[in-house]
């Protein structure tokens, strides 16, 4: 950017610098044109007086080739106008698609920020997105809502991204032993009738353990980081067909 700001002062320079040596041209072209028109008259005035002198004679010749040299130069202070003319042109020219060039360059630049602000709050909501998903994933696995605190088991993930939590089986309570333990001082048929309840409890304990095992958790957290990364991908592949798009239209 500065190189070209540095360039169009460098042509407008030119410009001026142009204009005046072009100034300074026709006015010594002005000046030898008065000096031509001034040896004319001489001449004249000379060779109506060779007529009366031919000693004038000479003199004559010397003027008319002086008038020769001048007319010559003045021809080349005129070839020299034309090709100043044509300079100034062209550096004004140049200096149009130079500010030209620059105006594009600022529009390109304007248009590169907004798509990075634009990106950038894409990415900061898709980030605070994934945050809060995580922090539901963690909040699922530190505070189960069917299980106890020490019942939350372990967490795997798989080759897919798939996340499951294994819980263990559940081990009887105090409590349930004391349902199922009897004074030995009772009939064997009460003995084995608790004996009974006591192996459907467990069945059932387990039953209830094992309800829980292998369950998938929610792939909230693993899809909104694929969402994000692809949601980025996407966006970055539109920004760069439109730049694309556009420069290939203008040139």
Do not use: C
Not at 144 to 164: A, E
Request: hydrophobic share 25%; no cysteine.
């Amino acid at each position: 950017m500065n190189t070209i700001h540095i360039a169009i002062r460098e042509l407008d320079k030119k410009v001026v610098d142009t204009s005046k040596l072009a100034e300074t041209v026709k006015a010594n072209k002005e000046q030898t044109d008065q000096t031509i028109n001034a040896l004319q008259k001489t001449i004249g005035t000379l060779e109506t007086k060779a007529k009366e002198n031919e000693n004038l004679k000479s003199q004559l010749d010397q003027v008319k080739g002086q008038l020769q040299k001048d007319e010559e130069a003045s021809k080349a202070q005129a070839k020299d106008i034309t090709g100043l003319k044509a300079n100034l042109s062209q550096s004004v020219e140049a200096a149009q698609k130079a500010k030209e060039t620059l105006k594009q360059l600022a529009d390109q630049d304007k248009e590169l920020k907004d798509a990075l602000k634009s990106l950038q709050e894409t990415v900061k909501k898709n980030k605070a997105d994934q945050d809060n998903q995580m922090k539901r994933i963690e909040a699922d696995m530190t505070h189960p809502s069917s299980q106890s605190q020490g019942d939350k088991g372990s967490v795997q993930v798989d080759q897919t991204g798939q996340v499951s939590v294994t819980k263990p089986l559940t081990a009887p309570t105090d409590h349930q032993k004391e349902n199922t333990t009897e004074p030995q001082a009772q009939s064997t048929q009460k003995n084995e009738k608790k004996s009974g309840e006591k192996k459907e409890g467990k069945d059932r304990s387990l039953d209830r353990s094992n309800e829980g095992k292998g369950k998938s958790l929610p792939k909230t957290g693993l899809t909104s980081m694929g969402a994000v990364i692809g949601g980025l991908g996407t966006l970055i592949s539109s920004i760069g067909g439109f730049f694309f798009y556009k420069n290939k239209k203008k040139g």
